[in-house]
């Protein structure tokens, strides 16, 4: 019997539908009828797999798979945490198709992260010590995530920098090293004025520029009254207050305000190079009051040469006095 592959029009029943698929099928030369071949009848039933997931919102193997794995969870204890058997879990990673209720609720703590931590809440009893430390690892991950990235978005909108350039110090801005930058100089720093943070920050964002060529944090900086501040800081430190990792509070006259270090800086974030940077500004500045920053800052062409509150460009060979 001679045969020859070709594309032929396939049904196949899955649950309750009928899906029809086009695909390679073996085919007898003679009787023109499919003749079964394993690799091509496997690869058929996952193009039809595949067009009913799309058709009925049902999530993908690799969806499950990928996100047991964030939460830390082998098989079994991903199907305890779920409440089904481990059996079917692993089914539904090699590609069967989960029942509609196991599928809407996947789908629900997949994409919904108060959904998931409602539903941790209620069945962490489920797990053990170390199972419960993976999960709320996750938890914690995804919800600073989820704060991180429309502040992100929102500064770069604000300050219109979409592409790296002078104004950035030819970087994009980066809220996970411009938050460590700012738990660097409060971890030295007991209660730091929001006044000497700005100008520390930029100190050390522009003088790791005169050597380097690009800033540590992508920060945009402009000239106010007093010194030098990021634009924007305000947004960005309740940022980091709504993430409990500093304390703004008010100074004793009332003029002006502190901040409070809650949670401690991964240094990790920040390449030896740019420590070295922001030690060498903590040092300089380490005896500085507000008074003596804003005539430090007045004796540079920077400020002299600056507009209040527009962007200024990072400069090439900056270095502090």
Known sequence: MTKHIEKRKQIFKIRDSQITVFAEALVDDVTGEIVSDFELDDAAIKLAMDKYRQQNGTLYPEEIVGFRKKLGLSQRQ????????????????????PSESINNLLK??????????????????KLKKSEIE???????????????EPIQTAYLDITSN????LEDGFNSFDF??????????LSNDENL???????????????????????ITGAVYYKNHFGFAPKNYELLLDAMENERLIDIFPTE??????????DSPDIGIL?????????????????FDNQKIIEYSERREVWKNSELREAIEYQPLFELE
């Open 134 to 148: 993976s999960v709320s690892n996750y938890l914690q991950t995804a919800v600073n995530t989820e704060i991180r």
């Open 193 to 215: 004025s929001k006044f000497k943070l700005n100008n520390l920050l930029f100190y050390a964002d522009f003088s790791y520029f005169g050597t380097n060529s690009i800033s």
């Open 108 to 125: 629900q703590l997949i994409q919904d992260k108060s959904t998931l931590l409602n539903f941790f809440e209620n069945n962490e009893e």
């Open 253 to 262: 006259n009332y003029l002006g305000e502190n901040i409070k270090l809650l």
């Open 78 to 97: 991903f199907a305890k945490f779920i409440g089904i058997g481990p059996a079917s879990i692993a089914r539904y990673e090699m590609g069967a198709i």
């Open 271 to 287: 390449n030896n190079e740019e420590l070295k940077a922001l030690e060498r500004v903590r040092q300089k500045f380490q005896n």
């Open 162 to 165: 979409k592409l790296p350039n």
């Open 176 to 185: 996970e090293k411009y938050k460590n930058v700012i738990l660097f100089f």
